[in-house]
């Protein structure tokens, strides 16, 4: 049976082991196939063989789908991998720990590109274009859930008018299971990921209800605004999957935001985010986000700072990826201490 575990330990929370699967039976795919991805026709004649991934959730679905044989390059790592996927992402090469070249792509003649965040492929990406690969004949694919964010909306990290779901993702493990012929194991991860989602709604207290939360990303200092995750991405699922609501109403995806801001706003929860490989921001870590919140005399006077609701969450979470569900995971258990979830 495929399974997949628990982040296990993320900035000192222990989390449960998932192993309730119920196996699925898909049909193998029939090529060609054809999908339409964010309204470019892809069709297949085969499995790709030689795929390159932009973005760690790009690489980390193809991971968990068992096809690591069939990766030639991976890049853009905001976190380390998830344990139980090291050793198979250890024979894929790092093209880049940050955002690649094109050269560098096409050096390893790839005939599939995945991509998760527009920077790294789409129409203002300084890394390439969709067409710039389909003029070479190689199918790019962008996840669904960056489809239906709203890039023209004079932000840099788009916008969302509506709350961002696992249906999103759910839909990138489908289609890309079709495309590498390894359907039942795309039905499991699903089914999986459904069953933790599930048991998440259900352990919501009336304690929980509606509490407020901030899902503080990082800041390039004290001094600076605040980098929030925004209202309708995946902070705001999360607070909606724990029964509460994002503070920030913003429908940027990633609104800087002032500390005085914040104050007004005055969350009951504060989630301050883990950035695991840094940029050299001292406040990418979460416990100098902690000690921060606590030394400020304005904002240690936060109820959420006096009443020490501050809460760890790996920040690759806030994006909408996989990691998302195991972020949900880890502050579920941490309110669950604070004795304000089930």
Not at 88 to 105: D, F, M, Y
Request: glycine content about 6%; overall charge negative; aromatic content about 8%.
């Amino acid at each position: 049976m495929f399974s997949v575990k628990s982040i296990g330990a993320v900035c000192g929370v222990i989390l449960p082991v998932v192993m309730s699967l119920t196996p699925a039976h898909a049909a193998s795919t029939v090529y060609p196939l054809t999908i339409d991805n964010c309204g470019v026709e892809l069709t297949f004649e085969k499995a790709p063989e030689r795929a390159v991934t932009l973005g760690q959730n790009s690489a980390e679905i193809l991971l968990l789908l068992g096809v690591a044989d069939s990766m030639v390059g991976t890049a853009f790592w905001p976190s380390e991998v998830l344990p139980e996927l090291a050793e198979a992402n250890a024979k894929v090469k790092r093209l880049s720990q940050e955002i690649p070249t094109l050269e560098s792509i096409l050096a390893e003649r790839p005939d599939f590109v995945a991509a998760q965040l527009a920077h790294l492929l789409g129409p203002e990406s300084k890394v390439a274009k969709r067409e710039d690969f389909a003029n070479l004949a190689i199918n790019s694919y962008l996840s669904p859930g960056l489809c239906v964010a709203n890039h023209d909306s004079g932000d840099v990290h788009g916008a969302r008018a509506e709350l961002w779901s696992m249906d999103l993702l759910y839909q990138e493990i489908d289609e890309l299971s079709q495309i590498f012929n390894v359907a039942d194991r795309g039905q499991e991860l699903i089914a999986d990921f459904k069953a933790r989602e599930a048991a998440l709604r259900a352990r919501v207290s009336d304690e929980a209800t509606d509490l407020s939360y901030a899902f503080w990303f990082s800041s390039p200092s004290p001094e600076a605004d605040a980098y929030l995750g925004g209202k309708n991405g995946s902070s705001g699922f999360i607070a909606d999957l724990l029964g509460g609501h994002n503070v920030i109403q913003t429908e940027v995806e990633w609104p800087t935001v002032s500390w005085e801001g914040i104050m007004a706003a005055n969350p009951d929860v504060i989630v301050v985010g883990e950035v695991a490989l840094t940029r050299g921001w001292e406040l990418d870590k979460a416990d100098n986000k902690i000690a921060f919140l606590k030394a400020d005399p304005a904002i240690s006077q936060l109820e959420a700072v006096k009443q020490n609701r501050l809460v760890k969450m790996d920040a690759q979470a806030m994006n909408p990826t996989i990691r998302t569900i195991y972020g949900a995971e880890q502050l579920a258990a941490q309110l669950e201490a604070l004795g304000l979830f089930k």
